[in-house]
T-cell receptor, first 115, second 116 residues
């Protein structure tokens, strides 16, 4: 079975400061890893994904994430936060075979960027 | 590309009635569609997975007779909440997956169901 943990329910950061939203996962085999963002009363928007290759993945809106196989982590980062980045962020690993090919969503981290 | 739409975006109904939610992949063919349920400030819970032309696979604890899923074509799936009760009030999100591009999933904007 695959699982994912987002240890922080809430992350607050001042505008202009770097931000990190943490995610650790457990997936058998080589995982596909995704980050999604959700604004209030909206569906999920894709931010970025790791499939293979370079451990540092760059995505939409200036976000990036680093795949760390030894620590089974895929933390989301941004060098300089914007107030408009305030939203709910979900980490979602996915296996690559059989029933594991569906996304498993973390509990979500509410990011608040303070002006 | 890769747009998924849901209709309606918001629906209010009386207890005991049935509600149908449509999910469409607008510019691609979806080999698989997923239905999720989300409670306020919580994560997405997968309800069921459906492949075009076959019966949906429901997750444990999801009543298949209550949440009817029809995946009639490669671009349309419907979720019908039958005999709705107030506890069915939730945010329902569909997702469609294509075989291209690493089997990426694309999400609809969600449907807010309120049962009075």
């Amino acid at each position: 079975a695959q699982s994912v943990a987002q240890p922080e329910d809430q992350v607050n950061v001042a505008e202009g400061n770097p931000l990190t939203v943490k995610c650790t996962y457990s997936v058998s085999g080589n995982p596909y890893l995704f980050w999604y963002v959700q604004y209030p009363n909206r569906g999920l928007q894709f931010l970025l994904k790791y499939i293979t290759g370079d451990n540092l993945v760059k995505g939409s809106y200036g976000f990036e994430a680093e795949f760390n196989k030894s620590q089974t982590s895929f933390h989301l980062k941004k060098p300089s936060a914007l107030v408009s980045d305030s939203a709910l962020y979900f980490c979602a690993p996915r296996g690559t075979s059989g029933s594991a090919r569906q996304l498993t969503f973390g509990s979500g981290t509410q990011l608040t960027v303070l002006p | 590309g890769a747009v998924v739409s849901q209709h309606p975006s918001r629906v209010i109904c009386k207890s005991g009635t049935s509600v149908k939610i449509e999910c469409r992949s607008l510019d691609f063919q979806a080999t698989t569609m997923f239905w999720y349920r989300q409670f306020p400030k919580q994560s997405l819970m997968l309800m069921a997975t459906s492949n075009e032309g076959s019966k949906a696979t429901y997750e444990q604890g999801v009543e298949k007779d209550k949440f009817l899923i029809n995946h009639a074509s490669l671009t349309l799936s419907t979720l019908t909440v039958t005999s709705a009760h107030p506890e069915d009030s939730s945010f329902y999100i569909c997702s469609a997956r294509t075989w291209r591009g690493g089997n990426e999933q694309f999400f609809g904007p969600g449907t807010r169901l309120t049962v009075l």
